[in-house]
């Protein structure tokens, strides 16, 4: 697999991961969460994009011999806003190729490349701080330090990994992060706290609707 810069003709090739993402969350009992049609919109989308802080996951293998990678259902659960994959151990960014859905599994898949299949599975944002919802906290930060942003994380949920991956990827070019989920967002909550994140309180988007925010 493969974590790359999403560029805007991406945007088609992604939105059945949102969809696919805001079905795993309906399905777990998460009804409000990214419920507006949708979202995140694409003017969102281009503007993280625009920032330098867009990214895809593609899952990439041999065209004759098929695949096995797999991205974590927990990470199909997305992050609001208002508002790498490693192999063997090194993080790989690509770039190109454009995307098309095909059959009734809801698989996107694209041009083969040099005998290798490109399927974007999955999406995030890596931003820098400041994050202005951030900048009231019922509670307390655990540090005042320069930070990166995770947001709109979105998969495919029979594709494992990918949000260990995500935070790996982020890790390796911020020394603090934050991330914040809905409430009723149960996997994401527990997937976060796994990957050492602290429950620092609450936070409240721009539309007044709160989150639980976490930083490690």
Request: a negative charge; one cysteine or more.
């Given at each position: ?114 005998g290798v299949e490109k399927s974007p599975v999955a999406y995030f944002a890596l ?70 994140f602290t429950c620092c309180g609450i936070i409240w988007l721009a539309d007044g ?8």
């Open positions: 697999m493969v974590i790359r810069p999403a560029v805007p003709a991406d945007l088609p090739a992604l939105r059945p991961v949102f969809e696919a993402a805001k079905a795993t969350m309906r399905a777990d009992g998460n009804l409000e969460q990214w419920s507006a049609p949708g979202f995140p919109p694409d003017d969102l989308l281009l503007r993280d994009i625009s920032r330098g802080g867009g990214y895809v996951i593609e899952s990439r293998w041999p065209v004759a011999a098929g695949h096995d990678d797999k991205i974590s259902p927990h990470a199909s659960l997305g992050r609001d806003d208002n508002p790498v994959i490693s192999s063997g151990g090194s993080t790989v960014i690509s770039s190109g190729g454009s995307s098309v859905s095909s059959g009734c599994s809801s698989v996107i898949s694209s041009e083969a490349e040099g931003l820098p701080s400041p994050e202005p919802t951030y900048d009231y906290i019922d509670g307390a930060w655990l540090t005042d330090e320069p930070y990166g942003v995770i947001h709109r994380i979105a998969s495919y949920p029979d594709v494992h990994g990918v949000f260990s991956a995500i935070i790996d990827f982020a890790a390796a070019r911020y020394p603090h992060l934050r991330i914040d989920t809905h409430r009723d967002n149960r996997i994401m909550q527990h997937v976060i706290a796994a990957a050492g609707t709160e989150r639980l925010a976490y930083e490690r």
